[in-house]
T-cell receptor, first 112, second 114 residues
Framework: ELKVEQNPLFLSMQEEKNYTIYCNYS?????LYWYRQDPGKSLESLFVLLSNGAVKQEGRLMASLDTKARLSTLHITAAVHDLSATYFC????????????FGEGTQLTVNP | ETGVTQTPRHLVMGMTNKKSLKCEQH?????MYWYKQSAKKPLELMFVYNFKEQTENNSVPSRFSPECPNSSHLFLHLHTLQPEDSALYLCASSLSGLSYNEQFFGPGTRLTVL
């Protein structure tokens, strides 16, 4: 069974600081997705990572994938309050067909 | 309408009621999904439909009954639910046949079972 673990689960940051969220998964995969969810809202697709070494950046967020380590990171640069949300990673395992397995989510709060 | 829409957005029902959740996608996708999101739990996949055919039922109790009349519409029929079924129910869609499975989510239906 594919397992996806995120850490930390809760992250309180100060504005302008940098931090990284980690996503570890338990099986071979080169397809990993990051989503953002605001309170009471749906999930918004942020990044799709499809190969070892893939790196994608959008604004203050940068995601990367290391398939050999079965690890993805979401790096936040110079955090601002607007980034406060819950961030999920999801993995599409090689044998999982159309199933995505989600991590528990990291609840990020950016404080002034 | 754009993206994935869901109705109703909020639903309160008694344990003996019958209700239905509706999802519609306007993205030209051919796969649709129901997820359950409970507090402090990861998203749980409930059902998957590809080209209107159910391809996955993740051991969901029979009080949840999905229906997919076409690739754009997905329903979740609810009857004799339990209070522990209270959750956010999310619909998603994706395009089958690609090498990846990026899913696009609707706004969800917040369900409360009394």
């Amino acid at each position: 069974e594919l397992k996806v673990e995120q850490n930390p689960l809760f992250l309180s940051m100060q504005e302008e600081k940098n931090y990284t969220i980690y996503c570890n998964y338990s099986t071979t995969s080169d397809r990993l997705y990051w989503y953002r969810q605001d309170p009471g809202k749906s999930l918004e697709s942020l990044f799709v990572l499809l190969s070892n070494g893939a790196v994608k950046q959008e604004g203050r967020l940068m995601a990367s994938l290391d398939t050999k380590a079965r690890l993805s990171t979401l790096h936040i640069t110079a955090a601002v309050h607007d980034l406060s949300a819950t961030y999920f990673c999801a993995v599409d395992g090689e044998t999982s067909g159309s199933r995505l397995t989600f991590g528990e989510g990291t609840q990020l709060t950016v404080n002034p | 309408e754009t993206g994935v829409t869901q109705t109703p957005r909020h639903l309160v029902m008694g344990m003996t009621n019958k209700k239905s959740l509706k999802c519609e996608q306007h993205l030209g996708h051919n796969a649709m999904y129901w997820y359950k999101q409970s507090a402090k739990k990861p998203l749980e996949l409930m059902f998957v439909y590809n080209f209107k055919e159910q391809t996955e039922n993740n051991s969901v109790p029979s009080r949840f009954s999905p229906e997919c009349p076409n690739s754009s519409h997905l329903f979740l029929h609810l009857h004799t639910l339990q209070p522990e079924d209270s959750a956010l129910y999310l619909c998603a869609s994706s395009l089958s046949g690609l090498s990846y499975n990026e899913q696009f989510f609707g706004p969800g239906t917040r369900l409360t079972v009394l």
